[in-house]
């Protein structure tokens, strides 16, 4: 059974930093795109983030572009979201999930994680 497992969430103040991780046990990681994703209170799930398979192309929202960095490192089963300059409108539950193939889409992910908490005070 595929596992995606997020770390790194919590309460952080307007302008700080946190870094999310996600460890996939996928059998041959590479063979996926990675994207993060969010939920906040009261709203749908949007996409935040993507990464190619092999790490050769980004695509972010555009609320986000500029602030935060998707990574991943293949060797490990990770991937990573560094979010900089965090907002309040940024608070909502993080899910990373993965896509068989090598196009960064914002739709038809085929595993998903749990969540973590990303909450930004004011």
């Given at each position: 059974?595929?596992?995606?497992?997020?770390?790194?969430?919590?309460l952080?103040q307007?302008?700080?930093?946190l870094?999310?991780?996600c460890?996939?046990?996928?059998?041959?990681?590479s063979?996926?795109t990675m994207g993060?994703?969010r939920?906040?209170?009261?709203k749908?799930r949007?996409?935040?983030?993507?990464?190619?398979?092999?790490?050769?192309?980004?695509?972010?929202?555009?609320?986000?572009?500029?602030?935060f960095?998707?990574?991943?490192?293949?060797?490990?089963?990770?991937?990573?979201?560094?979010?900089?300059?965090?907002?309040?409108?940024?608070?909502?539950?993080?899910?990373?999930?993965a896509?068989?193939?090598?196009?960064?889409?914002?739709?038809?992910?085929?595993?998903?994680?749990?969540?973590?908490?990303?909450?930004v005070?004011?």
């Amino acid at each position: 059974q595929v596992q995606l497992e997020e770390t790194g969430g919590g309460l952080v103040q307007a302008g700080g930093s946190l870094r999310l991780s996600c460890t996939a046990s996928l059998q041959t990681f590479s063979d996926y795109t990675m994207g993060w994703f969010r939920q906040a209170p009261g709203k749908g799930r949007e996409f935040v983030a993507g990464i190619s398979r092999l790490s050769g192309g980004t695509r972010y929202a555009d609320a986000v572009k500029g602030r935060f960095t998707i990574a991943r490192d293949n060797a490990k089963n990770t991937v990573y979201l560094q979010m900089n300059n965090l907002k309040p409108e940024d608070t909502a539950v993080y899910y990373c999930a993965a896509r068989r193939g090598s196009v960064v889409s914002l739709y038809d992910y085929d595993y998903w994680g749990q969540g973590t908490q990303v909450t930004v005070s004011s």
